[in-house]
């Protein structure tokens, strides 16, 4: 295929809307960029001191609303091999993030939550984050909201993968 401009394509569907949606790639850098500094004080000292990375940061994303995972369904979730994830569940819990339990159904299963003692500031950090797409999903309708999610699920999948 030939390309004569960033993602032009011949084959990308609705040209027009991907470059204007493309020139916007660039504005979430930010978001990203700021959320070492938008930590609560006691958070972003335990990722220094530990040397703690973004990749432990979303392990502890995929938990902020309560629910217990499986080491295997939070591999699954951040689409990362098992031990990769065993690894970082392994650093979050010797630092005190997490709590990690026998699944009492299946004791080869662990399951993985936020520490008792960190729940409500990594709770609270994450719903500060999420302020910008709460946003943004407030500004569209029902059908865009769908469109929006499956977008963002579609190129996160393959921004993953390559």
Known sequence: MSQDAVGDDVGTPDRELFEAALRFVPLLETYYRRAHSEMPDELRQLFQENRLTARHGSVLAQLT??????????????????PTTSELVGDLSRVGLLARRQDPANRRRVLVSLSGEHRALMRDFA????????????????????????????????????
Do not use: I, K, T
Request: glycine share 10%.
């Open 127 to 162: 719903n500060r984050r999420a302020q910008p797409l709460r946003r943004a999903f407030e500004r569209l309708s029902p059908a865009e909201r769908e469109g929006f999610a499956a977008g963002l699920r579609a190129w996160a999948h393959e921004v993953h993968s390559a």
């Open 65 to 82: 609303r309560g629910q217990e995972l499986s080491v295997g369904e939070l591999a699954a979730r951040l689409e990362v091999g098992l």
